[in-house]
């Protein structure tokens, strides 16, 4: 039996604190250059797809921009349009949300990429419904969370009947005839329902991949049930043997009802890691870098967004403050999903002070303890087989990987982690297709 073959996609780091952007190696996160090196070392190992994430405002809190950690990025399409000059086959998707944009415009660009890229574009379908981001947009906050899939759903589907709207055997550019169109059809499409009354002809004819393939990245129910029906990956929080394997029949389970079959959605969770010589070389650098990415500013931020509550005057060395959160319904870092976790900060507060009088911890050591420690910490050989061992498990089809640092922290993992998941058998030595759905092993559903 062939073994399982994992999936690799490296994610540009994002604008949240595992980003170490005052590491002395760390370049810009804006210019071009960033981007070309880590999607080239993504190419080099051989990934499946180079992953960019979006937020479409800028992250406040209390009122002010969110300054400790990376500010800005340049527009998504933008940017992996560029990336598909300068790769040949690297998978290149894109966040793009569903609650603010409009069918026409998001097909029309993602047909473009496919085109661009020779068939290698994803689009990741999100659907973040704020009214604080939607401030940015002529609709504002126009969308009640509770319809946001509802949207998201036949956002997705209208956006497959334009990719459709084309066959791919219309152009005929036939110079004896004159004619350049043989079908006087191509592109026709009408779809009209409560989100969507449109009309029209579709000016981008089929694109290599028919529809660029769908990424999905929500955990609720509805978010899950969504992915089951229409995505053919899904970008999980769930790293961990247990939390993974649950994650990953629960979805995979759900597929049946839609007539499809575990092989066509890949699970792929978000993973950080840290290397280093041996096992405790690799801890001891792990260390030194969640001190990086916890700050004792950034720490009293953690404690504000769980507080609710100014405490620029808290000591992050001393201990959690004795005060409860504020429960109030306001919220003091808008449009943030990470506050969204805490859903009884209460009972939160009283946790993590039982943990830090147990271990001792000052308020910094403590919001270093609980939150976002890295996904791998090992020496090469005991990070390859983590994520074989995962993969081989079923808790995931591979990894999206977050490297800390930009845009060289995916160098290591590239020249020592890859070549033994190789020699493993578990990871292509080269790329066998030119298309990101057949480096996925997954076909186009044809409408
Ligand atoms: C691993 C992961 C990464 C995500 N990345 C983004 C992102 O870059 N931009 C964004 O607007 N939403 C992002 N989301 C948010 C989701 O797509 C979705 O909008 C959000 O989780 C709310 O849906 P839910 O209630 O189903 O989880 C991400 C979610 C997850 C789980």
Redesign the pocket.
């Known amino acids: 039996m062939t073994r399982k073959q994992i999936h690799l996609a490296a994610h540009f780091p ?1 604008v949240n604190n595992t980003t170490v952007w005052s590491d002395p190696e760390a370049g810009s996160h804006i210019e071009f250059s960033s981007f070309v090196r880590l999607a080239q070392t993504a190419e080099r190992a051989k990934f499946d797809f180079f992953f960019l ?4 405002r800028l992250r406040e809190q209390n009122g002010q921009i969110y300054d400790l950690d990376v500010v800005g990025r340049p527009d998504t399409f933008t940017v992996l349009s560029a990336l598909a000059a300068v790769t040949e086959r690297l998978g290149l998707a894109g ?1 793009i ?1 569903s609650t603010f944009n409009e069918p026409f415009e998001v097909a029309r660009q993602f047909a473009s990429l496919d085109h661009l890229s020779a068939g290698r574009a994803a689009w ?6 704020d009214a604080f981001t939607g401030e940015n947009f002529r609709r504002g906050g126009f969308l009640p969370q509770d319809q ?2 509802e949207r998201a759903e036949t956002f997705l589907r209208t956006a497959w009947e334009l990719f459709d709207s084309w066959r791919g055997d219309e152009l005929a550019a036939d110079a004896g005839t004159g004619v350049f169109l043989r079908d006087s059809e191509a592109g026709a499409f009408a779809h009209h329902d409560a989100h969507f009354d449109i009309e029209g002809r579709f000016p981008v004819p089929r694109s290599p991949q028919g529809r660029p393939v769908i990424i ?5 129910d ?3 049930e ?1 992915a089951a029906a229409t995505a053919d990956a899904i ?3 769930y790293g961990t043997l247990e939390a993974g394997q649950a994650f990953y029949s629960d979805v995979k389970g759900r597929l049946a009802k839609y007539g499809r079959t575990p092989e066509q959605l890949v699970i792929l ?2 993973a950080t890691f840290v290397l280093g010589d041996t096992d405790a070389d690799a801890h001891e650098r792990a260390h030194v870098v969640r001190r990086q990415q916890v700050s004792g500013q950034t720490a009293i931020k953690f404690l504000e967004q769980v507080w609710n509550t100014d405490l620029s005057g808290h000591d992050p060395e001393g201990p959690l403050p004795a005060t409860d959160p504020v429960v109030d319904g306001s919220t003091i870092a808008p449009g943030r ?1 990470s506050v969204r976790m805490y859903r009884d900060p209460v009972a939160t507060a009283r946790e993590w002070r039982q943990l830090a009088e147990a271990k001792n911890l000052s308020t910094r050591d403590l919001i270093i303890e609980v939150t976002g420690r890295q996904t791998f910490i090992g020496s090469p050989a005991t990070v390859a087989a983590a994520i074989d061992d995962l993969v081989q498990a079923d808790a995931s089809d591979g990894f ?1 990987l977050v490297p800390h640092v930009t845009p060289g922290g995916l160098d290591e993992f590239a020249d020592t982690v890859v070549p033994l998941l190789q020699e493993r058998g578990s990871f292509r030595t080269e790329y066998t297709g030119s298309t990101l759905r057949e480096h996925l092993g997954i076909e186009a559903p044809r409408g």
């Open positions: 994002g994430a979006e937020g479409l966040t949300n990741n379908v999100v659907t973040s419904w946001r899939y999905q990245a929500g955990d609720s509805e978010g899950r969504f970008f999980s929080r969770p978000a999903a999206i």
